[in-house]
């Protein structure tokens, strides 16, 4: 059994029909990625399966239950965990309250542990630990809603564009800790414009046009893919 | 010594248009509301500790009855009234939220009668007037402004150290993501109609043992002035909405220090006007960024 399911999904914005019947899975231990253009639909696809947006029909199955209508707070509490695109972190909470927001469905005693947990994998986030985050730079912003995800500690993950808007040396760095927490044991759920960089990482790939899966494999296959090539990857 | 009389008249004014600006600065900061029906909440809480009192309830708990009142009428207000409109445009919700008030303002007219009843306040604040160096303090001045004091460090101790304080702090900062941590955002707004009116409750005695009067439109002037100081000091700002409250009570009475006692409430809506004009996110509000 698949760790995340997802089936004929179908999501609209009012009228316009944003995802047509993607189904797609995650295994345990893997890191899939989905890329797309712009406005292809890959946010709404996680927002779907975190409960922020509802599908109309289809099914979405997590460790086996079905969550398509649970509330966003009840998924989190299961062990799936989102990271938006942008980041949104609490600007004007400081790092720490930020991680600690991070678990709130965690017991009390599992905070100090957590944090202590983010502040290794992300020293830098230590240092401003008393930092209201809005003046945070953008590479610290994106270890922060990571570090923050991670306070739930989550069985799937699913990071929409960490590497948007970041330096080159900031993007290298950041795939760096996706490839740890996946060693770790963590499930990734990648959502990129940078297809180059995620499927070199991810075990397997679905290629998302216009609200449908137009493609899937596994990520090598769809990095010598001549489409893929073509439309994501500069040639 | 005039001079410092005045100003414990103002702090005592000041501090309960803080607690109630408090209500409506935290209820907007968190559903964009702003909610005229909090004002009226304040008018019941009055009424209840009066008819409790005069039903020979001990006026310690008619106070904690009444309080408890608010925070019921709150919270139900909420639930009924505005939380099925959480995703209609948010004029819908203002207008309801007027609604609301004439509602209460009318049903306490038929059930109480529209005429102001006398407000039991020697039975609540008993003692006399202290004298510091010639100046006579009121005992209602001075347990006015410690009450008030007091609720807002517990309320700003609630806000920043309590998890549920923090929540309420990412809800209104960012409802989407705050979901995303599993925070119950139905939960948390509950919680800050809560908070808010339970310090409208106690705002509500303190009026109502300052000014010895209840009546069923006794909240609407007090909840304007109070929503001008939570503008003044940045609507959805909790210190704001402190400082706010201070310097509204501050101003009146020193317009009225000054022999214009009828210009007050002129004065108040006069530095509405201006807030609004020059600087609409107030004194410590923060700008206004669109969400994404
Ligand atoms: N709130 C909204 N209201 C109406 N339409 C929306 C809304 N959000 C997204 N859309 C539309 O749905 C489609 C999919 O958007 P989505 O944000 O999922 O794309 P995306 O693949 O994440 O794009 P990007 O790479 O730019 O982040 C787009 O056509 C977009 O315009
Ligand atoms: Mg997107």
């Given at each position: 059994?698949?760790?995340?399911?997802?089936?004929?999904?179908?999501?609209?914005?009012?009228?316009?029909?944003?995802?047509?019947?993607?189904?797609?899975?995650?295994?345990?231990?893997?890191?899939?990625?989905?890329?797309?253009?712009?406005?292809?639909?890959?946010?709404?696809?996680?927002?779907?399966?975190?409960?922020?947006?509802?599908?109309?029909?289809?099914?979405?199955?997590?460790?086996?239950?079905?969550?398509?209508?649970?509330?966003?707070?009840?998924?989190?509490?299961?062990?799936?965990?989102?990271?938006?695109?942008?980041?949104?972190?609490?600007?004007?909470?400081?790092?720490?309250?930020?991680?600690?927001?991070?678990?709130?469905?965690?017991?009390?005693?599992?905070?100090?542990?957590?944090?202590?947990?983010?502040?290794?994998?992300?020293?830098?986030?230590?240092?401003?630990?008393?930092?209201?985050?809005?003046?945070?730079?953008?590479?610290?912003?994106?270890?922060?809603?990571?570090?923050?995800?991670?306070?739930?500690?989550?069985?799937?993950?699913?990071?929409?564009?960490?590497?948007m808007g970041l330096a080159p040396l900031?993007?290298?760095?950041?795939?760096?800790?996706?490839?740890?927490?996946?060693?770790?044991?963590?499930?990734?759920?990648?959502?990129?414009?940078?297809?180059?960089?995620?499927?070199?990482?991810?075990?397997?790939?679905?290629?998302?046009?216009?609200?449908?899966?137009?493609?899937?494999?596994?990520?090598?296959?769809?990095?010598?893919?001549?489409?893929?090539?073509?439309?994501?990857?500069?040639? | 010594?005039?001079?410092?009389?005045?100003?414990?008249?103002?702090?005592?004014?000041?501090?309960?248009?803080?607690?109630?600006?408090?209500?409506?600065?935290?209820?907007?900061?968190?559903?964009?509301?702003?909610?005229?029906?909090?004002?009226?909440?304040?008018?019941?809480?009055?009424?209840?500790?009066?008819?409790?009192?005069?039903?020979?309830?001990?006026?310690?708990?008619?106070?904690?009855?009444?309080?408890?009142?608010?925070?019921?009428?709150?919270?139900?207000?909420?639930?009924?009234?505005?939380?099925?409109?959480?995703?209609?445009?948010?004029?819908?919700?203002?207008?309801?939220?007027?609604?609301?008030?004439?509602?209460?303002?009318?049903?306490?007219?038929?059930?109480?009668?529209?005429?102001?009843?006398?407000?039991?306040?020697?039975?609540?604040?008993?003692?006399?007037?202290?004298?510091?160096?010639?100046?006579?303090?009121?005992?209602?001045?001075?347990?006015?402004?410690?009450?008030?004091?007091?609720?807002m460090v517990v309320l700003t101790f609630?806000?920043?150290?309590?998890?549920?304080?923090?929540?309420?702090?990412?809800?209104?900062?960012?409802?989407?993501?705050?979901?995303?941590?599993?925070?119950?955002?139905?939960?948390?707004?509950?919680?800050?109609?809560?908070?808010?009116?339970?310090?409208?409750?106690?705002?509500?005695?303190?009026?109502?043992?300052?000014?010895?009067?209840?009546?069923?439109?006794?909240?609407?002037?007090?909840?304007?002035?109070?929503?001008?100081?939570?503008?003044?000091?940045?609507?959805?700002?909790?210190?704001?909405?402190?400082?706010?409250?201070?310097?509204?009570?501050?101003?009146?009475?020193?317009?009225?220090?000054?022999?214009?006692?009828?210009?007050?409430?002129?004065?108040?809506?006069?530095?509405?006007?201006?807030?609004?004009?020059?600087?609409?996110?107030?004194?410590?509000?923060?700008?206004?960024?669109?969400?994404?």
């Amino acid at each position: 059994m698949a760790m995340l399911q997802v089936d004929s999904i179908n999501v609209f914005y009012g009228s316009i029909h944003a995802i047509k019947d993607v189904s797609f899975n995650v295994e345990q231990g893997e890191i899939v990625t989905l890329i797309g253009a712009n406005g292809a639909g890959k946010s709404t696809i996680l927002k779907t399966v975190s409960g922020l947006l509802r599908s109309k029909g289809g099914s979405i199955q997590f460790t086996g239950h079905t969550i398509s209508s649970a509330a966003p707070h009840k998924i989190v509490s299961m062990g799936l965990a989102h990271v938006p695109e942008g980041r949104h972190v609490f600007s004007q909470m400081t790092v720490e309250e930020n991680l600690e927001m991070g678990a709130y469905t965690r017991s009390q005693g599992e905070i100090a542990p957590g944090l202590e947990k983010v502040y290794n994998r992300f020293p830098r986030l230590k240092e401003r630990r008393k930092q209201v985050s809005g003046t945070l730079s953008g590479g610290e912003q994106q270890m922060l809603a990571m570090g923050r995800a991670l306070m739930s500690q989550p069985a799937l993950l699913m990071l929409d564009e960490p590497s948007m808007g970041l330096a080159p040396l900031m993007v290298e760095q950041i795939f760096e800790i996706i490839k740890e927490l996946h060693k770790d044991g963590v499930t990734v759920l990648l959502v990129e414009q940078n297809a180059q960089m995620a499927l070199s990482v991810a075990n397997r790939g679905y290629v998302l046009e216009t609200g449908k899966i137009v493609l899937s494999g596994n990520g090598k296959d769809l990095l010598e893919d001549d489409a893929v090539k073509k439309a994501y990857l500069g040639g | 010594m005039l001079f410092l009389s005045q100003i414990i008249n103002g702090l005592q004014l000041g501090s309960i248009y803080a607690l109630v600006a408090l209500g409506y600065s935290m209820v907007y900061g968190i559903i964009m509301l702003l909610n005229f029906a909090h004002g009226d909440i304040i008018m019941v809480g009055g009424y209840v500790a009066m008819l409790t009192i005069a039903a020979g309830v001990h006026p310690i708990l008619a106070v904690i009855l009444a309080i408890l009142a608010c925070v019921v009428l709150g919270v139900m207000i909420d639930k009924v009234a505005y939380a099925p409109l959480r995703s209609s445009p948010r004029i819908s919700l203002l207008i309801t939220a007027i609604g609301v008030s004439f509602l209460l303002e009318n049903l306490a007219q038929n059930i109480w009668g529209a005429n102001a009843r006398p407000f039991p306040n020697s039975s609540i604040i008993k003692g006399s007037a202290i004298n510091i160096g010639g100046v006579h303090i009121g005992n209602t001045a001075i347990v006015t402004i410690a009450v008030s004091l007091l609720s807002m460090v517990v309320l700003t101790f609630l806000v920043q150290k309590t998890k549920r304080g923090k929540a309420m702090r990412a809800v209104s900062e960012d409802m989407g993501t705050a979901q995303l941590m599993g925070i119950n955002v139905n939960n948390t707004i509950t919680f800050t109609f809560a908070v808010g009116s339970a310090l409208a409750g106690i705002g509500s005695i303190l009026y109502c043992c300052t000014y010895p009067q209840v009546s069923p439109t006794m909240g609407s002037m007090l909840g304007l002035k109070a929503f001008v100081a939570a503008v003044l000091g940045g609507i959805g700002s909790i210190p704001g909405a402190m400082v706010g409250g201070f310097a509204i009570g501050m101003a009146e009475v020193l317009v009225r220090a000054a022999g214009l006692s009828d210009w007050t409430d002129g004065a108040v809506f006069a530095i509405l006007i201006v807030v609004l004009l020059f600087r609409p996110t107030g004194l410590m509000g923060r700008p206004m960024t669109e969400k994404v």
